[in-house]
């Protein structure tokens, strides 16, 4: 997959060619999915992402509507998502595993 880099509002984000589907991403010609290696299920939608990171002690931002943003306290970690959940990518999948290494995993769909 390929993209261009785009700074808006502070905030950095690849935006991909192929939009992904919801829920998966496409990379290397393969689907994947965000698992929540806990319970096992694939996050589905940002509601039961929500969930789990509040769980794990983030907290949501609403400042920009166009982006779901979540915050750690005492950390400078910020988890910034596309508002739409088919613009889900595998790059946003991977920021949240290198941010919560025991809690998620990325596989192959």
Do not use: C
């Not at 990379?27 to 992402?49: C, D, M």
Request: hydrophobic share 45%; glycine share 8%.
């Amino acid at each position: 997959m390929s993209g261009v880099w785009v700074f808006k509002n502070g905030v950095v984000r690849l935006v991909e060619k192929q939009q992904a589907t919801a829920g998966t991403a496409v990379a290397g010609g393969r689907r994947k999915a965000l698992v929540h290696t806990p319970s096992g299920q694939v996050v589905s939608s940002y509601a039961a992402l929500e969930a789990r990171l509040t769980a794990l002690g983030w907290e949501r931002y609403y400042e920009d509507p166009s982006l779901f943003q979540f915050h750690k306290r005492g950390s400078l970690d910020l988890i910034s998502l596309p508002a739409d959940f088919a613009a889900f990518s595998s790059v946003h999948m991977y920021d949240i595993v290198v941010k919560n290494r025991d809690s998620f995993r990325v596989v192959d769909a």
